[in-house]
């Protein structure tokens, strides 16, 4: 009778210890719960206004190719130099440099006031201010240092260039594999730094308004962290990191008194 008692009571330990750290509520993990099929107002990217420390690949076009050529040189710069050891370095500054006052520098045209204009409106300047030189211009702009950082309970924190400007927040964590099971998707918190501030916002992933939410559209500097959910913090706790060898004492405990009654 005190065996079989015995016995129960290190299977009820042994199945405590397996099914308590996994008990929470499913529904948790879905992303954007209840949403209907709809159309949505189409939302401005966050990334379309141009900011100091923006690096700016612009191809000018123009009936001449040669005298056109001059303008796109920073363009094709090598991306690595070699440095004094003579190991290869990555070389950042490649393209046009939004600086510390917000210009760019072009050849023959000298600094031009980029931050704080779309890149339709910097499109159109350039065009104007190029005319001058070359006949039709045409000018093309594009964002080449576009990255964000994914930090927290995702498969592949780090930090990541985007293949593009128009990114929003489901694709920066698809770059990182996605939330585990134990991140907390009703918190994610979000840093991003402007010219003018430091701004934090708190987003729940399951919400169906998700895709309204002025951070929904990433920006390049942004930085998302998702915190570790109950789950992952209390099998963090001291007292279940030592559970599984309770357990294990006890079904020992268990198997010598039996061995020792028989």
């Known amino acids: 009778m005190i065996n079989n008692k015995l016995k129960y009571v290190a299977f009820v330990a042994f199945t405590i210890s397996i099914i308590l750290p996994s008990c929470f509520n499913s529904k948790q993990v879905y992303y954007l719960q209840d949403i209907k099929d709809s159309v949505y107002r189409n939302l401005t990217s966050a990334s379309s206004v141009i900011e100091r420390g923006d690096q700016l690949y612009i191809f000018v076009s123009s009936l001449n190719v040669e005298s ?5 040189m920073p363009n094709f710069l090598s991306a690595s130099t070699i440095s004094q050891s003579g ?4 070389n ?6 939004v600086d510390e006052s917000g210009k760019i520098v072009m050849n023959k045209i000298g600094s031009i006031q980029a931050s704080g204009l779309t890149y339709k409106q910097l499109k159109d ?3 104007n201010k190029l005319s001058s030189y070359l ?3 045409i000018v093309n702009i594009r964002l080449i240092n576009f990255r964000i950082t994914v930090l927290g309970e995702v498969a592949h924190p780090g930090t990541f260039n985007a293949p593009n400007t128009d990114l929003n927040i489901l694709q920066g964590l698809g770059l990182a594999g996605d939330l585990l099971i134990t991140g907390k998707r009703k918190n994610v918190l979000l840093f991003r730094q402007t010219d003018t501030a430091k701004i934090t916002y708190r987003i729940n992933l399951t919400d169906k308004n998700l895709i309204n939410h002025p951070a929904f559209n990433l920006k390049s500097g942004d930085v998302l962290y998702v915190e570790p959910n109950r789950v992952k913090i209390n099998t963090s706790s001291s007292f279940l990191q030592i ?5 294990s004492a006890a079904t020992l405990l268990v198997v010598l008194l039996t061995t020792l009654k028989k």
């Open 125 to 127: 300047t350039l065009e």
């Open 92 to 97: 950042p500054v490649v393209g046009y440099l």
């Open 87 to 90: 190991q290869t370095q990555n």
């Open 243 to 247: 559970w599984p060898t309770i357990v």
């Open 68 to 72: 056109a050529s001059i303008f796109n």
């Open 135 to 137: 006949k039709d211009p």
